[in-house]
């Protein structure tokens, strides 16, 4: 059975928020924080080895359903940051997961759901973000793009429906947002978000999916990652560059060795010459 560990932190974010919104607004900072989740498809071959625990009991996990049943994914919330609009926040919040699996399918994706929170502790949508973890072993510095839906579609845009819905945004903070969220309630859950996000509407069904979501980029946020895999070369081919490279190093050691022994394979082709 192979194994993944992930190890790593979600630094921060950069450029959300803009001076121009925080004008309007009387002035004033933002504060940032971010929901996030480490999932795989639930396809019965992937098992969470470790991840976190509860403060008040080392044996149970944090991570649960609404049954209080232990789940494959792995998720959290970060301290919430206060910095200036579109400059950079730092929330350096810890990520630690151990995955065995028996197949490829289902890879870990993370998805972000970043927020603002006003000086009275209002908070509103700030973006969605989706990153698929590496599938090679080593060090990663990933800029993730945060993005949400618009207040309105271009072709509705100067209405009188789609200008109230601008200034909603711009003076209330009043962004359309997704069903459901990312576990809002403190455990996992099924919704319509996540599927939006990860787009599998399109890869399940067919249908558009995200292609119909008009939406607009409002910064990035900052993941630093540290891959450890082991197993997959019993799993074949695929992997990762490294692996692939160990693999070919192997077939070719072997045409050579049956070369010297005098059976002579055609390699490449897969056949004994004759």
């Given at each position: 059975?192979?194994?993944?560990?992930?190890?790593?932190?979600?630094?921060?974010?950069r450029?959300?928020?803009s001076?121009t919104?925080?004008?309007?607004?009387l002035?004033?900072?933002?504060?940032?924080?971010?929901?996030?989740?480490?999932?795989?498809?639930?396809?019965?071959?992937?098992?969470?080895?470790?991840?976190?625990?509860?403060?008040?009991d080392?044996?149970?996990?944090?991570?649960?359903?609404?049954?209080?049943?232990?789940?494959?994914?792995?998720?959290?919330?970060?301290?919430?940051?206060?910095?200036?609009?579109g400059?950079e926040?730092?929330?350096?919040?810890?990520?630690?997961?151990?995955?065995?699996?028996?197949?490829?399918?289902?890879?870990?994706?993370?998805?972000?759901?970043?927020?603002?929170?006003?000086?009275?502790?209002?908070?509103?949508?700030?973006?969605?973000g989706?990153?698929?973890?590496?599938?090679?072993?080593g060090?990663?510095?990933?800029?993730?793009?945060?993005?949400?839906?618009v207040?309105?579609?271009?072709?509705?845009r100067?209405?009188?429906?789609?200008?109230?819905?601008?200034?909603?945004?711009?003076?209330?903070?009043?962004?359309?947002?997704?069903?459901?969220?990312?576990?809002?309630?403190?455990?996992?859950?099924?919704?319509?978000?996540?599927?939006?996000?990860?787009n599998?509407?399109?890869e399940?069904?067919?249908?558009?999916?995200?292609?119909?979501?008009?939406?607009?980029?409002?910064g990035?946020?900052?993941?630093?990652?540290?891959?450890?895999t082991?197993?997959?070369?019993?799993?074949?081919?695929?992997?990762?560059?490294?692996?692939?490279?160990?693999l070919?190093?192997?077939?070719?050691?072997?045409?050579?060795?049956?070369?010297?022994?005098?059976?002579?394979?055609?390699?490449?082709?897969?056949?004994?010459?004759?």
């Open positions: 059975m192979a194994e993944v560990h992930v190890i790593g932190e979600i630094v921060g974010a450029g959300v928020g001076p919104t925080s004008f309007f607004r002035g004033g900072g933002q504060s940032l924080w971010c929901r996030w989740e480490i999932c795989v498809e639930n396809n019965g071959r992937w098992s969470k080895k470790g991840g976190a625990v509860r403060e008040d080392d044996a149970k996990p944090y991570c649960v359903d609404q049954e209080g049943h232990p789940v494959p994914s792995e998720f959290g919330e970060t301290q919430v940051c206060l910095c200036k609009p400059g926040a730092l929330w350096a919040h810890p990520i630690d997961v151990h995955y065995s699996t028996t197949s490829y399918r289902g890879w870990p994706r993370m998805l972000l759901e970043v927020w603002s929170q006003d000086l009275g502790g209002r908070n509103e949508l700030a973006g969605y989706i990153a698929h973890i590496p599938a090679a072993p060090v990663y510095d990933m800029d993730v793009p945060l993005w949400r839906p207040a309105s579609i271009a072709r509705e100067w209405w009188p429906a789609g200008i109230w819905a601008g200034f909603k945004g711009l003076f209330l903070g009043i962004w359309p947002r997704l069903n459901d969220g990312i576990n809002p309630k403190g455990y996992s859950q099924p919704s319509a978000a996540k599927d939006m996000i990860q599998l509407a399109t399940r069904t067919n249908m558009d999916g995200r292609r119909n979501l008009e939406t607009v980029g409002t990035c946020a900052q993941v630093k990652l540290s891959v450890i082991r197993g997959f070369v019993k799993l074949g081919p695929g992997t990762s560059p490294q692996l692939d490279a160990e070919e190093r192997r077939r070719r050691e072997k045409a050579m060795d049956e070369d010297k022994l005098g059976l002579g394979t055609d390699y490449g082709k897969g056949r004994r010459r004759r």
